[in-house]
Every structure is written in structure tokens, then in C-alpha cells.
């Protein structure tokens, strides 16, 4: 069996010399495969071991992630495997690599002792820099391999790492500078601040030997990875599918993106039809509720919106109506049931989706929804990660043109948010459009949204 990287960013990075090696910046690049191939090293040395951190362990076992991939490599060279009481594999030689998670900042303190030659970070912008840095101090050995530290990563503008990698990135394109991949940098780090300079000896003769580090930034993408493009040509028309901040992050590497007005969603990116263009197969109305009058004290609350979706037999999905209306509680719920009823006359939809809050209170709510609107289909469901996050599937769709709007006197409000999201004050409908479209998008069939 042999086992070799590709040629260009991969072997770049696998020949790396420096003390701190981070490697990608977009999705596809082979960048845990490389980590693995990195860990093979040293193998053959009876006192070797290596620990490569996720932050959650559910991303370790992950279908086709880091431990099954880890399995495709080294169970052919005799690696043995166990789970209990840690995921790890044993050599022939007895060298030892450790898959293992970092979820929580204390959790660094378990490490307190070892002595660990080579640390792998999978995915480093998942980690906080106090992590980082603390298992920095753990990175020693007696076995004979000189410490060193492997990362991966995808671009992330809010993240420590960006700022650390800051110098191999252009800071107008956010786009890595291919001219500076690769090359090596030396710093200290002196009560949490980081001094660079392309000198070693400069930082040596002020700091001394002993604190100075050198890292290195090596780029990849999607185009650098032949042995996944030719498996699966399709995931790059995958990556170009995504909406247009996720696609400048994972598949061009951008390390300055961030999310703005009309980043998500652009009025000319839909189209306004007067008639429903073919036949429903799924259907679902999803609420966003409020309970705020508007009153001279509060102009401009917080709406309860009601989004209704419908997915049709060609693959597109349309928006056939959203109520927006700014009532007290009691109100609000006069609303949410005369809209069902007008909902099932005109469509023949029977799938409400109504948010529940965290705690009794929210679970109280739920319960008299159901009761009230009994004879519908009610999910009730809980709100969890960002807008942003909760936002990109439906802008995917829309982006891409597979999202309609039927005619009416909500289209202009309608899109007013959804283009100014997610900087604009107001981002309700956006929420119960997300949620409508994610219940018709994930529906097998009509039966599914009616029952």
C-alpha cells in the first residue's frame, strides 16, 4: 500500500519544517487526510504518539470524518483500533495516535503532564487561542522526534486564527497571497501578545533562544484536491452552490467575508409570478410570533410573522403569502387560526409550525397552540444556532433562482428584509421563511405536510 500526498499545497505542507504548520483555507483541500499522512511519520518509533483534536467528539465519529478516514489509512498497516476508554489505534511498533476533543476551555487542564511530540488541530478556528496555546506547552517529548504542531482549518474573519495568519493573507482581497504560502515566520509570545519578524536571531538576541517559534501558513483548495475531483466531480458544483458568503469562504478561501446587506438575498435573484406555475407537493405555513402592539412608546416592535411555502413538482419552491402584523398575545392567536383556516381552504395546507422557547413557559405556549389548532398538523420546535447559519439553505435556493414569490401586497416588505438581512432591525420574516422552507425543502412527500 502506498500512501503519498498530492502534489502542490498537500506535499508543501507535509514537508514543512516549521515548529507550527496550518494548512488550507477552504473546503475539499485534503486537509484532514494530510494530518493523518503526517501522523505516519514517526510510526515506526516504539515511544511516538500523536493526539489529533476535534472540538466535539461527535465530529470525530462523524460519517466519513476524521476517525473513518483515519481507519481507510492505517488499518492496512496494522494499526489496531480501540474505543474504550479512548478513541485511539496502536502500531506494530507500539507508537500510538489519540483522536480526542477539546469541547470546553477546562477541558485542557486534563492534559496536565503529558507529553505529547505531535498535536494535530482539525479544524484550528474551532478552537479558542487560550486552547491553542496551553497544549502549545504540552508539545514535548524524550521519544526523540522534535515537538511540532499541525493544523487545519477553513476561513473564519471573527477567528483568532485570522489574526494569527494575518500575514500570509492580502488584507483588501482576504484572499491567501500564493506568493507567501508556505513560507516561514517567527514570533514570541509575551503575556498573550504575539511580536513577529522574518529575523529568528533578531527575536533571539531580545527574547532569547528558548521563546521564539516559527509557524507557516500553506493554502489549498477544492482545485488542488485531483483524487476528490475526479470521485466526485460534483462537489465543486456543490461548493459553487452554496450562498455567496459560505461559497467565498469554502471554496475561495476568503478570510475577510462576512455576512452584509444583500449578501443573502437580492430581489432580482427571485421572480414575482401571478399564478402558482405548477403543481404543490409539499406545503407549510411557519410562524415567527411577537406579542408587541405598535403604540407611541414602541413605533416599530417586532412583528409576529406567519411565512407560507410550498414546494412544487418541478424542484422550485414559492412563497404564497406572509402575514406580518404587530398584535398583543391574544391577538396573535385569533391570527395564527384564522390563518390556518384560510390556508387549508385555499391550499389545502394543514402543516403549522409554531416556535417553542426554552423552559416551561415556552413548553405552556406550545401545549395551547396544539390545543387550539387541533385537527392541523402542529410541530412545535425549538430555535437553535445563528440567523446566518439557519438563513443559508433557503438562500442557496434563491440565489441560484429556484425561489418564487406569488403576487401580493406583502412582496415588497417581504423583500425589503430579506435583502437588508441580516444588518437590517428586522429579521422576522426571515425567520419564518427560513423555517417554512426548510419544513417543505426536507418533506418526502404531500402527505407529509398534511397529515
Avoid at 503526517?38 to 466519513?64: M, S, Y
Avoid at 467565498?248 to 478561501?253: D, V
Avoid at 414559492?318 to 390556508?343: C, E, M, Q
Wanted: aromatic share 10%; proline share 5%; net charge neutral.
Amino acid at each position: 500500500m502506498i500512501i503519498k500526498p498530492q502534489p502542490g499545497p498537500q506535499e508543501t505542507f507535509l514537508s514543512c519544517p516549521a515548529d507550527i504548520a496550518i494548512y488550507g483555507g477552504a473546503a475539499g483541500g485534503g486537509k484532514t487526510y494530510a494530518l493523518l499522512m503526517e501522523c505516519l511519520r514517526h510510526v515506526d518509533n516504539p515511544n511516538f504518539g500523536a493526539v489529533i483534536f476535534r472540538k466535539q467528539a461527535t465530529q470525530i465519529t462523524t460519517e466519513g470524518g476524521l476517525y473513518d478516514t483515519a481507519l481507510s489509512i492505517y488499518y492496512p498497516l496494522g494499526a489496531v483500533f480501540k474505543k474504550v476508554p479512548a478513541l485511539m489505534c496502536t502500531f506494530p511498533s507500539g507508537a500510538k495516535i489519540s483522536f480526542r476533543h477539546l469541547q470546553y476551555e477546562k477541558d485542557v487542564l486534563g492534559w496536565q503532564g503529558s507529553q505529547i511530540p505531535l498535536i494535530a488541530f482539525d479544524e484550528l478556528t474551532h478552537f479558542s487561542e487560550s486552547q491553542f496555546f496551553y497544549m502549545l506547552s504540552r508539545n514535548r517529548t524524550t521519544c526523540g522526534v522534535r515537538p511540532y504542531i499541525r493544523a487545519t482549518c477553513n476561513p473564519d474573519a471573527d477567528s483568532w486564527v485570522a489574526d494569527f495568519i494575518s500575514w500570509w493573507i492580502d488584507p483588501d482581497t482576504g484572499y491567501p497571497i500564493q506568493e507567501r504560502s508556505g513560507k516561514i515566520r517567527y514570533f514570541v509570545r509575551i503575556s498573550g501578545e504575539i511580536i513577529w519578524n522574518d529575523d529568528r536571531k533578531a527575536l533571539e538576541d531580545k527574547y532569547g533562544k528558548d521563546a521564539v517559534k516559527n509557524v507557516s501558513f500553506i493554502a489549498s483548495s477544492i482545485k488542488d484536491n485531483k483524487v476528490l475531483l475526479k470521485a466526485n466531480p460534483e462537489y465543486l458544483a456543490s461548493l459553487n452552490a452554496l450562498p455567496e458568503v459560505e461559497k467565498e469562504r469554502l471554496l475561495y478561501g476568503n478570510w475577510k467575508i462576512r455576512p452584509s446587506g444583500g449578501m443573502y438575498f437580492k430581489r432580482e435573484q427571485t421572480k414575482i409570478v401571478k399564478t402558482i406555475p405548477d403543481k404543490i407537493v409539499a406545503i407549510a405555513r411557519a410562524w415567527d410570533l411577537a406579542a408587541t402592539e405598535i403604540t407611541p412608546n414602541s413605533k416599530d416592535p417586532d412583528r409576529t410573522v406567519g411565512a407560507l411555502c410550498a414546494r412544487l413538482r418541478s424542484g422550485q419552491y414559492i412563497f404564497l403569502d406572509v402575514v406580518r402584523k404587530a398584535f398583543i398575545s391574544s391577538d396573535v392567536r385569533k391570527l395564527v387560526k384564522n390563518t390556518a383556516k384560510l390556508d387549508r381552504s385555499m391550499y389545502g395546507c394543514n402543516k403549522i409550525l409554531i416556535p417553542q422557547d426554552p423552559g416551561q413557559a415556552g413548553k405552556d405556549q406550545a401545549l395551547s397552540y396544539i390545543r387550539e389548532l387541533a385537527g392541523y398538523g402542529i410541530e412545535c420546535h425549538t430555535v437553535s444556532g445563528d440567523k446566518e447559519t439557519r438563513a443559508e439553505p433557503l438562500a442557496s435556493q434563491w440565489q441560484n433562482g429556484n425561489v418564487l414569490l406569488l403576487e401580493g401586497g406583502w412582496n415588497d416588505k417581504f423583500l425589503d428584509e430579506l435583502e437588508g438581512f441580516p444588518l437590517a432591525q428586522h429579521d422576522d420574516q426571515v425567520d419564518a421563511a427560513d423555517d417554512a422552507f426548510n419544513a417543505v425543502a426536507k418533506a418526502n412527500d404531500w402527505k407529509a405536510l398534511i397529515s
